[in-house]
């Protein structure tokens, strides 16, 4: 999902959209849809909740609203929705940008969990998008069985 005015009003091209659907499809992720928003909190918060109640859907990851500037609100639209806040990806996700460039410091990207649903907040750029990805893709597959209650201790059900 990407979070953008520009995009939304069809005045800049969605690249990071793109560029994380293909790096999904590339590593055994199947893209069940791909939507634009413009920077609105009630309308951000409003597709992450319709995206995570659909059971087939274990994972969402938006781009787009984390900087600093007026219009980014993004964490601030998804942060209360949260049921579980991981902080670790974050914090992960951040540490693997700063390798290239000190400005990922400013990013204030997000990851937790509603429902069953794993939720990724990366930013706007195509290259810091993909990089927040990057960093985290292998963790993901593992974060999901978890939250389904797949886990090497058992399920959540017993």
Same mark, same amino acid.
């Given at each position: 999902?990407?979070?953008?005015?520009?995009?939304?009003?069809?005045?800049?091209?969605?690249?990071?959209?793109l560029?994380?659907?293909?790096?999904?499809?590339?590593?055994?992720? #199947?893209?069940?849809?791909?939507?634009?928003?413009?920077?609105? !909190?009630?309308?951000?918060?409003?597709?992450? +909740?319709? @995206? =995570?109640?659909?059971?087939?859907?274990?994972?969402?990851?938006?781009?787009?609203?984390?900087?600093?500037?007026?219009?980014?609100?993004?964490?601030?639209?998804?942060?209360?929705?949260?049921?579980?806040?991981?902080?670790?990806?974050?914090?992960?996700?951040?540490?693997?940008?700063? #390798?290239?460039?000190?400005?990922?410091?400013?990013?204030?990207? !997000?990851?937790?969990?509603?429902n069953?649903? +794993?939720? @990724? =907040?990366?930013?706007?750029?195509?290259?810091?998008?993909?990089?927040?990805?990057?960093?985290?893709?292998?963790?993901?597959?593992?974060?999901?069985?978890?939250?389904?209650g797949?886990?090497?201790?058992?399920?959540?059900?017993?």
């Amino acid at each position: 999902m990407t979070i953008s005015d520009g995009c939304y009003h069809k005045k800049r091209k969605d690249s990071s959209g793109l560029k994380l659907s293909q790096m999904l499809s590339q590593n055994q992720w #199947e893209v069940v849809s791909t939507h634009i928003v413009p920077d609105e !909190l009630s309308l951000i918060q409003e597709k992450v +909740l319709d @995206l =995570s109640q659909d059971a087939q859907i274990d994972l969402v990851v938006t781009t787009g609203g984390t900087g600093l500037a007026p219009r980014d609100v993004t964490p601030e639209a998804i942060r209360p929705l949260l049921e579980k806040e991981i902080v670790g990806l974050a914090e992960l996700m951040r540490l693997r940008g700063l #390798e290239n460039t000190d400005f990922a410091a400013l990013s204030r990207s !997000l990851a937790g969990a509603l429902n069953q649903t +794993l939720i @990724l =907040s990366l930013p706007g750029s195509p290259k810091g998008a993909a990089e927040s990805l990057q960093a985290v893709l292998q963790i993901l597959p593992h974060a999901v069985d978890i939250l389904h209650g797949r886990s090497a201790h058992g399920t959540t059900d017993s």
